[in-house]
């Protein structure tokens, strides 16, 4: 059974900084695209920051660029999201998710944050974790 759990949201103070932990089971992360996503009360789920899983490259939304980054623990079989400089709109529930299908891109197809950051192509997600900026 494949199972995501999330940790470390909280309350945190405009421009400060917190790291959310994805930990797997029944699956190996280091094989995998993984993503980290949010949602706010009334608005979508929203792709935040991707990493492939045969070249760990990153893909990132705008509006974390500089921001936010996300590592790997293969050992740990642990993702990590690292924010910085966070802002009252960060405020949403954080979760990770995996992609368990690769995407394959043929000569002249590019891979793009809109491909591999939309939630609709990841299969397995955690429960979430509660991410609050104010003062």
């Known amino acids: 059974q494949v199972q995501l759990v999330e940790s470390g949201g909280g309350l945190v103070q405009p421009g400060g900084s917190l790291n959310l932990s994805c930990t797997a089971s029944?699956?190996?992360?280091?094989?995998?695209?993984v993503g980290w996503f949010r949602q706010a009360p009334g608005k979508e789920r929203e792709g935040l920051l991707c990493?492939?899983?045969?070249?760990?490259?990153?893909f990132y939304a705008e509006s974390v660029e500089g921001r936010f980054t996300i590592a790997r623990d293969n050992a740990k079989n642990t993702i990590y999201l690292q924010m910085t400089n966070l802002k009252p709109e960060d405020t949403a529930v954080y979760y990770c998710?995996?992609?368990?299908?690769?995407?394959?891109?043929?000569?002249?197809?590019?891979?793009?944050?809109?491909?591999?950051?939309?939630?609709?192509?990841?299969?397995?997600w955690g429960q979430g974790t509660q991410v609050t900026v104010s003062p």
């Open positions: 990493m492939s899983g045969n070249d760990y490259k990153t």
């Open positions: 998710a995996v992609d368990r299908h690769q995407q394959i891109f043929l000569r002249g197809q590019t891979p793009t944050f809109q491909k591999m950051c939309a939630p609709a192509e990841y299969e397995d």
């Open positions: 029944g699956l190996p992360l280091n094989h995998y695209t």
